[in-house]
Structures are given as C-alpha cells and as structure tokens.
Nanobody, 114 residues
Framework: VQLQASGGGLVQAGGSLRLSCVVS????????MAWYRQAPGKQRELVAR???????NYEDSVKGRFTISRENAKNTVYLQMNSLKPEDTAVYYC?????????WGQGTQVTVSS
C-alpha cells in the first residue's frame, strides 16, 4: 500500500490550497481516511477524517475552513484548505486506516506567511 500526497506549498494568510492523496494497493472506499499535520516541535495531530460512508469530523481550529472529501473512482482523498492562517503551517500527512493498520503518505509541506 502506498500513499502519495501532493499540493502543498507557500501561500499568504487568507489563501487556499488543495491537498491530494492518491492511494495505490488498497481500495479506499471501504476504509476511513484522514489528514494529519505536524508543526515543528509539536506532536502530529488529526486535522480531518472521513469514513467509508463519507461521514466527516474535523479538528476544532479548522472547522468551517477545511473540507475533506474522497473520490473513490480515483482512489484519492482531498483536503481543501481555505482562509489559511500562519498557525496552519505544518507538514501534512494523509493516512489510511486499513482494518486497524495505519498507512502513511510521505507528507507535504504547507507554509502560510503572514
């Protein structure tokens, strides 16, 4: 199983980015997927999660700004990030929970300048 994340970059505060995570070796439609992030000196934290039935939940600080979605035909999960803030700066990782075993992408850097 491999997860390939992309879409990170440098953006000004208030801007938007869309992260993508393409999964190979597993069908995402039957497993929960999530985005995590890790800022320098901090622990990795859950940002958003989507279940196989497309139920979503979000970390409090991103509610109303970020949207997680999945496109099963492309085996891809997305994270649309709007109204970005400097505190959103981190490496973002996609995660696949496959029957209790976690698989991770390589991470994509998001930097928000003030």
């Amino acid at each position: 199983v491999q997860l390939q994340a992309s879409g990170g970059g440098l953006v000004q505060a208030g801007g938007s980015l869309r992260l993508s995570c393409v999964v190979s070796g597993s069908v995402i439609s039957i497993n929960p997927m999530a985005w995590y992030r890790q800022a320098p000196g901090k622990q990795r934290e859950l940002v958003a999660r989507i279940t196989s039935s497309s139920k979503t939940n979000y970390e409090d600080s991103v509610k109303g700004r970020f949207t997680i979605s999945r496109e099963n035909a492309k085996n891809t999960v997305y994270l649309q990030m709007n109204s970005l803030k400097p505190e959103d700066t981190a490496v973002y990782y996609c995660n696949l929970d496959r029957w209790g075993t976690d698989f991770w992408g390589q991470g994509t850097q998001v930097t928000v300048s003030s």
